[in-house]
């Protein structure tokens, strides 16, 4: 179940697009192009970019994946578990609760890749 607050001055769609992505996440289920069940990784091959949130020591904490730019932007925010979504002037936010298909693990396991592979 995901919880959406919105402060939109027009309907142009951003709070249903939030909603979709963090009921997706919260679920899940996400339909790729080639069909049959999805991983995390799948998910993430649709990604626009990718912010590591690590702590002094370079551990990671989280992520933020950017998943729509350039219309309304919308971040998945792995820390807080939020979905946020910005349009000019408008915003949507939806929580997620669940992570059954591994998104913050994948994230972390990327990061990890990344850290060790600059060694």
Wanted: glycine letters at 10%; hydrophobic letters at 35%; a negative charge.
């Amino acid at each position: 179940m995901t919880t959406t607050k919105t402060k939109t001055k027009n309907d142009n769609g951003l709070a249903d697009m939030v909603k979709r992505i963090a009921n997706q996440v919260n679920s899940g289920e996400y339909d790729n192009e080639v069909g049959g069940e999805c991983s995390a990784f799948d998910f993430l091959c649709d990604a626009l970019d990718i912010r590591f949130v690590v702590s002094n020591d370079l551990e990671y904490i989280g992520a933020e994946v950017l998943v729509a730019f350039g219309g309304p932007n919308v971040w998945i925010k792995t820390i807080s578990r939020k979905v946020e979504g910005f349009w000019w002037g408008d915003y949507a936010v939806s929580e997620y609760h669940e992570d059954p298909m591994g998104l913050d693990d994948a994230l972390r396991e990327i990061y990890e890749s990344k850290k060790d592979g600059s060694k």
